[in-house]
């Protein structure tokens, strides 16, 4: 670790409007910034020298020494937002929330804890603004709703307040969580050059990119679980250099989402005693829910999507008595 690295510093701000429209309905729209500042970044401290073509030297930093897994704190981001909200407050039986989200963020420090669109390491070490660019976590648009409704029938209600039927119907209520979103960033990369990158002792601690020829991205038409974009676009380094290709430049599949929930309320048993019934369906629809596709163009399976980024459909059923 670096003996003088400075603590991380994030920096806020926003605005924002608000309306109150009819029937308790209000709507937001907020701007959203944040920096972040001294943010941690992993780079080979014994990486070898690169010479103007990008080609690697045999010289190391330190030579006597192998790989030196080195975490500064030389990183920085920033994110802008823009953020609409429609609410109504649960009243009469009805309560629901939209918000729609437009976003971009970019950065130099990647995530390293969970399986992001850029490896942890710099390509080369001793070129920090190799790594700028949007944050693996960038999702460029979001929109979210959420609703709960109480079914307007039985005793106190609005229909069928009496005889059998109330009594089957009363208590009642859906709810349910719609989310769709973008896809995240991932980079091109070839992982063939590792090695020759790392030097003759710098081992494996190197995301070596690929060589971009074009622009790979494909249409929304042409795109498919098993071409998802244009690996002829992209190119390992030959002979072995330092790859063209920035950082998180292509984008993954997005996803539609859908949660349901079914409850009733069973007010038999006295004051202060009931009964609640709950249905709940979570990926409704059995939409298949794709991960990033495989980004290594030195794999035979460049391009191709070939896991899930979320579960297929869920139910659980619950019982529960308060008293």
Not at 142 to 162: A, H, M, N, Q
Not at 298 to 318: C, E, K, N, W, Y
Request: with cysteine; aromatic share 12%.
């Amino acid at each position: 670790v670096n003996p003088d690295a400075v603590i991380p510093l994030v920096d806020h701000w926003n605005l924002g409007f608000q309306w109150l429209l009819s029937g308790d309905i209000a709507a937001t729209l907020d701007y959203v910034g944040t920096k972040g500042t001294h943010l941690s970044i992993l780079r080979n401290l014994n990486q070898v020298f690169f010479n103007p073509d990008g080609t690697p030297t045999s010289t190391l930093p330190f030579p006597a020494l192998g790989p030196i897994e080195f975490r500064d704190n030389v990183g920085n981001s920033n994110y802008h937002a823009m953020e609409l909200t429609v609410e109504r407050r649960f009243r009469a039986g009805l309560g629901f929330r939209a918000a729609y989200t437009l976003s971009k963020s970019i950065d130099s420090s990647q995530e390293h804890l969970f399986s992001g669109g850029t490896g942890s390491f710099l390509q080369n070490a001793h070129n920090i603004r190799e790594r700028r660019g949007p944050s693996d976590f960038d999702v460029r648009h979001l929109f979210v709703t959420s609703y709960i409704y109480e079914l307007p029938f039985g005793p106190t209600r609005t229909y069928v307040t009496d005889g059998p039927a109330s009594h089957l119907l009363r208590g009642w209520r859906v709810s349910g969580v719609t989310t769709l979103y973008g896809g995240r960033p991932f980079t091109i990369r070839a992982s063939g050059n590792d090695s020759a990158l790392g030097g003759p002792r710098g081992g494996g601690m190197v995301s070596a990119l690929a060589d971009c020829l074009g622009d790979g991205s494909l249409s929304r038409d042409e795109r498919s679980i098993d071409r998802w974009f244009d690996s002829t676009a992209y190119a390992v380094p030959s002979p072995a250099r330092l790859g063209t290709c920035g950082r998180n430049t292509l984008y993954g599949p997005g996803s539609v989402n859908f949660d349901f929930g079914l409850a009733r309320l069973f007010d038999y048993f006295g004051e202060k005693r009931r009964l609640e019934f709950r249905w709940e369906m979570f990926n409704i629809f059995n939409t298949a829910q794709f991960g990033l596709p495989e980004r290594n163009r030195s794999s035979s399976g460049v391009g191709r999507i070939s896991s899930l980024s979320g579960d297929p459909r869920v139910m659980q059923f619950a019982l529960k008595f308060y008293y």
